[in-house]
């Protein structure tokens, strides 16, 4: 497994933006997919974007297309996630996350090693 820590968190208003970071260590990174998840309260875990390792191809939710980012410092062993234009529907628990394999992947349970997560409360 991998150890995955999150920051760059906070609070910020509608519109604004924030970039999250997801520090690595463990199995050598680069060499796996990773992606970044969020859960609201009330609601279940749910996919916001995914990066493979190889190619650094994307796959972002409808939800966030054309509003955030996902991208990877192999050298640092960093994984982000910019966030622009943020909504208050986009408050919640942040989780970056990896996997084994080549591809990126949708499902949180093809992910077998997670952060503790890092709040993003967007007021309106």
């Known amino acids: 497994q991998v150890q995955l820590v999150e920051s760059g968190g906070g609070l910020v208003q509608a519109g604004g933006s924030l970039r999250l970071s997801c520090a690595a260590s463990?199995?050598?990174?680069?060499?796996?997919?990773m992606g970044w998840f969020r859960q609201a309260p009330g609601r279940e875990r749910e996919f916001v974007a995914a990066?493979?390792?190889?190619?650094?191809?994307?796959v972002l939710a409808d939800s966030v297309k054309g509003r955030f980012s996902i991208s990877r410092d192999n050298a640092e062993k960093t994984l982000y996630l910019q966030m622009n234009n943020l909504k208050p529907e986009d408050t919640a628990v942040y989780y970056c996350?990896?996997?084994?394999?080549?591809?990126?992947?949708?499902?949180?349970?093809?992910?077998?090693?997670w952060g503790q997560g890092t709040q993003v409360t967007v007021s309106s």
């Open positions: 990066i493979n390792w190889f190619s650094g191809s994307t």
């Open positions: 996350a990896a996997r084994p394999g080549t591809m990126p992947a949708l499902r949180r349970d093809e992910y077998d090693s």
């Open positions: 463990g199995r050598t990174f680069g060499r796996y997919p």
